[in-house]
Nanobody, 123 residues
Framework: QVQLVESGGGLVQAGGSLRLSCAAS????????MGWFRQAPGKDREFVAA???????YYPDFVKGRFTISRDNAKSTVYMQMNSLKPEDTAVYYC?????????????????WGQGTQVTVYS
């Protein structure tokens, strides 16, 4: 089973950018569909981006044009470039993996999760 470790979170001013990374180990990374989710205090975990094994991507409307998910199978890493950050993007960001084809937007679909990385956007 793959293990996931996120990095790249931090404190950033509104309008700024961050690049999150999620390094995978212990599995065949290229065989996993990957996703990014976030969770703010008192809120449910929320879908942010997904990428299939073949590199197809999907985003919810509130991040389209601002966030970009990508993967480097040679490095067993998935990335999320976040631009034009807003205070409402503040949350703990998690990457997740599911051993299958396709794209998935619901947390329950994923069976492997990282520990999360905090993103705080101030105005």
């Amino acid at each position: 089973q793959v293990q996931l470790v996120e990095s790249g979170g931090g404190l950033v001013q509104a309008g700024g950018s961050l690049r999150l990374s999620c390094a995978a180990s212990g599995g065949t990374f290229s065989s996993y569909a990957m996703g990014w989710f976030r969770q703010a205090p008192g809120k449910d975990r929320e879908f942010v981006a997904a990428i299939s094994r073949s590199g197809n991507t999907y985003y919810p409307d509130f991040v389209k044009g601002r966030f970009t998910i990508s993967r480097d199978n040679a490095k067993s890493t998935v990335y999320m470039q976040m631009n034009s950050l807003k205070p409402e993007d503040t949350a703990v960001y998690y990457c997740a993996a599911h051993y299958t084809v396709g794209l998935y937007t619901t947390p329950n679909t994923y069976d492997r999760w990282g520990q999360g990385t905090q993103v705080t956007v101030y105005s």
